[in-house]
């Protein structure tokens, strides 16, 4: 298991961005996969991007290929989320993930620690 903590979230108008963190404690950081979900009112958590543990290779939602990019830091234990041209749609609670397998994944129970959660607002 390992503890994660987001940060970045908050109020922004459509079309403006967010950089979001997730900040995560342990030594093997750099052997698990990460990954960032969001979940909307009334709506099922879903995925919107992944990377590897050596940063490598990324996968995306096709509902933000283009506009987010998922980085990681394995000298800061801490994973990004850049989002670009945000839209109303994208309001959700954005949570981190990470999964001990390097195998790719995209399922809520695929990755077995969570964080808290940081709330996105986008106004339209």
């Known amino acids: 298991q390992v503890h994660l903590v987001e940060s970045g979230g908050g109020l922004v108008q459509a079309g403006g961005s967010l950089r979001l963190s997730c900040a995560a404690s342990?030594?093997?950081?750099?052997?698990?996969?990460m990954g960032w979900f969001r979940q909307a009112p009334g709506k099922e958590r879903e995925f919107v991007a992944s990377?590897?543990?050596?940063?490598?290779?990324?996968a995306y939602a096709d509902s933000v290929k283009g506009r987010f990019t998922i980085s990681r830091d394995n000298t800061k234990n801490t994973v990004y989320l850049q989002m670009y041209s945000l839209k109303a749609e994208d309001t959700a609670e954005y949570y981190c993930?990470?999964?001990?397998?390097?195998?790719?994944?995209?399922?809520?129970?695929?990755?077995?620690?969570w964080g808290q959660g940081t709330q996105v607002t986008v106004s339209s």
């Open positions: 993930a990470a999964r001990m397998s390097g195998a790719a994944a995209q399922r809520v129970a695929d990755f077995g620690s």
């Open positions: 342990g030594r093997t950081f750099r052997t698990y996969t």
């Open positions: 990377i590897s543990g050596s940063g490598g290779n990324t």
